[in-house]
């Protein structure tokens, strides 16, 4: 490969294999990383064929092919250093001795430019001539076809004494030049994926596993073994965590990177998770406390037990859905492909038709060359018999396919590093050109503008003793991952045995006490109480006093039968006012919608900043997705922010679904985009970088398409010499990727 362009049809290629999940290919180390679908079976051979149909080749890197798969790249620099060493030669003694019509110089020209045709040109005709016989075409046939039109005419030239200019010195100027861009652009790109490189090598290679030894009692008056026990000391001891297993028991010290995820078994510390989430204040760790492979155990000893390994890994997880973004196309990126496909054919005829032009009637050209320059510079126009061939030879040069391909890949690599480096999680390309086109955001409240952490404020009792009504509702609320009831099951007291528990999704969980002609017992939203007969008007009072004040009132019903209320109050998270107020300042229209009453609903908007006829209230997880349809019909594009299982219908209604850092496995499923801080200043961020990130890929196409707009035709009028040509095209791609870089230090 010799471009990004390259590397992008290797991707396509592998991502066309049945099975592949996803396929990472890397210009500056020529390799590519395909992970399958769980459950199949590797087929390395159909992936070789692959990349060779798209007119490259590969081999299957083993353990012990390691050292031949290393020597590619360096032969590569090889060949580059000696064109270099012969470019600079070739240009000492034509600019600077004038030796350029002295006959030895010619021959010793002729001799070093055919070695760097033959050695450092080689990847190009390699190139050039693998597309050539699948039909094809790409920036290698370009570079061979234009340095070797300009070696061929100086050859024939010198052999037939026909004299004039020799152009060897531009025929080995064009390879090198342009293969000293290529490296250039691939130690900047790799620049771009540094963030995913940091991620990758986060986790160490080993761990200190604890090994659990039995030790035998020994008698020695009897001389006789014992089966049971006598000791069980415990040794750390250094492994490799490929050979880690779920259950395993591992031991971290201060400084310790955590190498798996896992629990917290013993002891106290703060961990960094600041790699994964961009939070800098590091997080408590106590027994029973999550750990994730990629943290850093700060300032106390801890022992954890293994819950994760491999791809398992919240680590995996985050990499792979960072590969997954930067390896995909967004739909922008049709325009570019389009053009790219008959650009090169398209150019290879204005070669040959400028070519012919100079060559067969140079007075004509000539004539126009000379108007134009009144215009724009004056030059020295081609002459003689090489006119022709130097002309289409500069045509061929300047024109840069790989800008119009690196266009979009390069900006979105950049913008999906810089999303993760703050803990944004993008899914793929399209994701980040919809999160810059959005008009209005809506905000699930419990867990999203709350912290999704409430707890019982006040219980109001009918018909019962206030224990036992608490007892029944924890019991119902036990099994429940909901916030609410989470909340209500904290409530200390007896668990009651309960039968036929099933959780209502938006509206509550019922179950019954005995056989199935017992009362059903309901605990939820008093929407769904009503709905299931139950009078709450003696209850009206308490319900406005806490609704006022934002608290979530849950109703728990014997049949139709009103036993109590439970005021859960959640607090808003600090700078949501100031959030919503920077969106409502970018343009952006503010909602709010939760399964909580009216009154609940407006006392949060209020406290959020967000307009109460913008909060929808008692909203069931369908009716938030019919919520987002109604945005949509009025030509909003609409942004959903949640982190329920509730909200996995309007996610996914949603053009643009934002899941926050404890949303569900179905919310995270379901969003575009995933941040893993708890902050929610990560939503106006993520919405900014990716307006940055479709700005950039706006502005690459632009420059992309205006270059060879520009260039193409200059060097068919013979303003541009094929030196220039070849450092004018190493240059555009350089900008190309160098706007994109701008990305990594994006700040808000």
Not at 106 to 127: D, E, M, N, T
Not at 145 to 156: C, D
Not at 271 to 279: K, M, Q, R
Request: overall charge neutral; charged content about 15%; proline content about 4%.
């Amino acid at each position: 490969m010799t471009c990004g362009n390259c590397a992008r049809h290797v991707t396509d290629a592998l991502q066309s294999v049945p099975e592949v999940r996803s396929a990472t290919v890397s210009l500056q180390n020529a390799s590519a990383v395909v992970q399958w679908n769980s459950g199949a079976t590797d087929n390395p051979p159909a992936l070789i064929v692959a990349v060779k149909n798209a007119g490259y080749d590969a081999t299957e890197i083993h353990n012990d092919s390691r050292a031949s798969y290393d020597s590619a790249p360096k032969n590569w620099r090889i060949g580059l250093v000696f064109g270099v060493v012969v470019t600079v030669f070739l240009m000492a003694g034509e600019w600077v001795f004038r030796l350029g019509m002295i006959g030895w110089f010619a021959w010793v020209a002729f001799a070093l430019a055919g070695v760097v045709q033959v050695f450092s040109g080689a990847p190009f005709y390699r190139g050039a001539w693998r597309q050539l016989k699948l039909g094809r075409s790409n920036m290698d046939t370009l570079v061979a076809l234009g340095s070797s039109t300009a070696f061929g005419y100086s050859a024939w030239a010198l052999w037939s004494g026909t004299g004039g200019h020799l152009y060897f010195m531009e025929a080995a100027a064009i390879i090198t030049i342009i293969s000293g861009g290529h490296w250039i652009e691939s130690r900047v790109t790799d620049q771009a994926g540094q963030a995913l490189k940091s991620l990758i090598q986060l986790a160490p290679q080993t761990a200190r596993k604890i090994q659990k030894m039995e030790i035998k009692s020994f008698d020695i008056r009897t001389v006789s073994f014992f089966d049971a026990p006598h000791a069980s000391p415990a040794s750390e001891i250094e492994v490799p965590v490929s050979i880690l297993q779920t259950g395993d028991e591992i031991v971290l010290r201060p400084g310790d990177g955590v190498p798996v995820d896992g629990v917290v078994l013993e002891g106290e510390s703060a961990v960094d998770e600041s790699s994964l989430t961009g939070e800098s204040v590091p997080v408590e760790k106590k027994y029973g406390a999550e750990l994730f492979a990629g943290t850093t155990n700060l300032n106390g000893r801890l022992v954890m037990r293994v819950t994760g390994i491999g791809e398992q890994t919240a680590l995996a997880h985050v990499i792979a859905a960072v590969q997954r973004a930067q390896t995909s196309r967004a739909n922008i990126q049709r325009l570019g492909d389009r053009v790219s496909s008959v650009f090169v054919p398209v150019v290879v005829a204005v070669a040959i038709a400028a070519g012919l032009w100079w060559g067969l009637a140079p007075e004509s050209a000539g004539t126009v060359h000379h108007r134009l320059a009144q215009f724009l510079w004056h030059g020295q126009a081609p002459v003689g018999a090489a006119a022709g061939f130097i002309v289409a030879a500069s045509v061929l040069i300047i024109a840069c396919p790989c800008a119009m391909g690196l266009a979009t890949p390069a900006a979105i690599m950049a913008g999906t590093n810089a999303a993760a480096r703050r803990g944004i999680l993008v899914r793929d390309a399209v994701a980040l050109e919809k999160a810059g086109k959005i008009s209005a955001i809506i905000f699930d409240k419990t867990g999203t503008l709350t912290f999704g952490k409430p707890e019982v404020a006040e219980s109001l009792e009918f018909n019962g003793d206030k224990a036992a009504l608490q007892n029944l509702a924890a019991s119902l609320a036990g099994n429940s991952t909901h916030p609410v009831s989470q909340a209500i099951a904290k409530i200390p007291g007896h668990k009651i045995a309960l039968h036929q528990w099933r959780e209502i999704r938006g509206c509550g969980i019922q179950a019954q006490d005995g056989g199935p002609h017992t009362p059903i017992y309901r605990l939820g939203s008093l929407r769904w109480i009503r709905e299931n007969g139950a009078d709450v008007a003696p209850a009206e009072k308490f319900i406005s006093d806490w609704s006022s004040r934002g608290a979530t009132i849950a109703g728990l019903a014997k049949g139709t039968m009103l036993l109590g209320l439970f005021a859960v109050r959640d607090s808003i998270k600090p700078g949501a006012p100031a959030i919503v107020e920077g969106l409502r300042r970018q343009g952006l229209k503010v909602y709010l919608v939760t399964g909580d009453n009216a009154q609940t609903a407006a006392a949060i908007a209020r406290q959020a900043g967000i307009a109460s006829e913008n909060a929808l209230a008692e909203a069931h997880p369908e009716q938030k997705a019919d919520f987002v349809k109604k945005l949509q019909s009025q030509g909003e594009r609409v942004a959903f922010v949640g982190d329920g299982i509730n909200d996995a219908p309007a996610l996914t209604q949603a053009d643009l679904g934002i899941a926050v850092s404890r949303a569900s496995d179905i919310a995270r499923e379901a969003a575009d985009m995933i941040l893993l801080k708890s902050k929610i200043a990560g939503v106006p961020e993520a919405l900014g970088l990716a307006r940055a990130t479709l700005r950039t890929i706006k502005q690459n196409l632009f420059w992309a398409f205006f270059y060879n707009a520009v260039g193409v035709p200059l060097a068919a009028m013979g303003f541009v010499s094929p030196v220039l040509c070849a450092a004018a095209m190493g240059l555009s791609d350089l900008i190309v990727i160098g706007n994109a870089l701008r990305l990594l230090r994006w700040r808000r």
